[in-house]
Structures are given as structure tokens and as C-alpha cells.
T-cell receptor, first 114, second 113 residues
Framework: AQTVTQSQPEMSVQEAETVTLSCTYDTSESDYYLFWYKQPPSRQMILVIRQEAYKQQNATENRFSVNFQKAAKSFSLKISDSQLGDAAMYFCAYINFGNEKLTFGTGTRLTIIP | SAVISQKPSRDICQRGTSLTIQCQVDSQVTMMFWYRQQPGQSLTLIATANQGSEATYESGFVIDKFPISRPNLTFSTLTVSNMSPEDSSIYLC??????????FGQGTRLTVV
């Protein structure tokens, strides 16, 4: 079974600084997708960024980028120029190609310090 | 994309009673998913709901406790039966597009007293 591990229960960063959230996963599959989801206090789960395992290029979305290391099974999220609105729980998630069940990590609570 | 309307957004219920949560999607989807998120925890999949067949439950979840209906391709309900304080959680419904992203309802915050 696939597992997703987030080793940082809580992180904090000064506003406008950069922070990196860690995620590792375990799978025997070769085709899969990885995601970072954000859950603010409103409870709404929002997709931040996704990465296809077959792509070597790291995904980027504006201030959000990932460092995808397939061999190491590592998928970290970098948030640049942190903003107060980035404060939330961040979940790393995994899904096999051809499957529709997401596996979530335990989450990292990100606090932005003004 | 998909817009999901989930109701109620929150409820406070007496132990021993049942609550039915509704999830309406703005487009037809094959599978819908129900998650539980206990306080301060991650999301745990309860079951997968397919239209026209019985839901598939994950280990640790049973139909008698969490009956699910899926009458058509845009709607599903999850009932939390015979509730106890341990059932106090956020319940979320979700749909996804393989390889793209999952879309979530706004969640239902359930408190059992």
C-alpha cells in the first residue's frame, strides 16, 4: 500500500520569506501523480500544485514550486514570498495512475508571521 | 472543474441520533468519495460511492455505521448513524478527474454531544 509522510507537523515563516514543506512517499508504482493541497480554516480543500511522475521537470505555479525527486520518493513544496493568506494546513497527496483513490499525508500547519 | 455543494456545513447532534450529509455536483461523475477528518488529523477515506452499485468501504468503516446512497451521477449522501462523541469530525465529499485534481465539498463539521 502507498504511504505519504509529512515529517513537519508545524512550520512558520516570516511574511515575504521562503519556506519549504517536506513530503516523502512510498510506492512500487512507476506511474502516479502527486499533489499539494491547502486547507485554510474555511475547511475548503484547494489544489496548490500537482506533479506527474513521468515528468522530470518540476511543477511551478506562481509562488509555489516543487522539488520532485523520484528516485528518493521526495516531493517538497516551496512557497516563495510568503503571504498572510498562505496560512493553512498543507497536505501532500498521492494517486496511482488509473486509480482514483487519493492517499493523504498527515499535514503541515503553516503559520505566517507578519 | 467541478463545483460541489455539501450540506449541512455544520451540525451539533445528540448521541444516538443519525445525520445525513448531502453532496451535489454540478456535473456527472462516475465516482464520489467520502472522507472523515478527525480534529487536527488528515483525511481518511470512508468509502467510494458508485452510481448503481453498493459503495465500497475502506477498512475500519462499515455500511451499518456509514450508509451511503448514490441515486444518480450528480448526487450522494452519507449518513452517520447512532452517533457517539467519537464521530465528531469534519466529513468531506470529493470527486476527481484521474490525473488532474480532486474537487472537494466545503465539508460538514459534526459535533456530537
Amino acid at each position: 500500500a502507498q504511504t505519504v509522510t509529512q515529517s513537519q507537523p508545524e512550520m512558520s515563516v516570516q511574511e515575504a520569506e521562503t519556506v519549504t514543506l517536506s513530503c516523502t512517499y512510498d510506492t512500487s508504482e512507476s506511474d502516479y501523480y502527486l499533489f499539494w493541497y491547502k486547507q485554510p480554516p474555511s475547511r475548503q480543500m484547494i489544489l496548490v500544485i500537482r506533479q506527474e511522475a513521468y515528468k522530470q521537470q518540476n511543477a511551478t505555479e506562481n509562488r509555489f514550486s516543487v522539488n520532485f525527486q523520484k528516485a528518493a520518493k521526495s516531493f517538497s513544496l516551496k512557497i516563495s514570498d510568503s503571504q498572510l493568506g498562505d496560512a493553512a494546513m498543507y497536505f501532500c497527496a498521492y494517486i496511482n495512475f488509473g486509480n482514483e483513490k487519493l492517499t493523504f499525508g498527515t499535514g503541515t500547519r503553516l503559520t505566517i508571521i507578519p | 472543474s467541478a463545483v460541489i455543494s455539501q450540506k449541512p456545513s455544520r451540525d451539533i447532534c445528540q448521541r444516538g441520533t443519525s445525520l445525513t450529509i448531502q453532496c451535489q455536483v454540478d456535473s456527472q461523475v462516475t465516482m464520489m468519495f467520502w472522507y472523515r477528518q478527525q480534529p487536527g488529523q488528515s483525511l481518511t477515506l470512508i468509502a467510494t460511492a458508485n452510481q448503481g452499485s453498493e459503495a465500497t468501504y475502506e477498512s475500519g468503516f462499515v455500511i451499518d455505521k456509514f450508509p451511503i446512497s448514490r441515486p444518480n451521477l450528480t448526487f450522494s449522501t452519507l449518513t452517520v448513524s447512532n452517533m457517539s462523541p467519537e464521530d465528531s469530525s469534519i466529513y468531506l465529499c470529493s470527486v476527481d478527474r484521474v490525473g488532474t485534481e480532486a474537487f472537494f465539498g466545503q465539508g460538514t463539521r459534526l459535533t456530537v454531544v
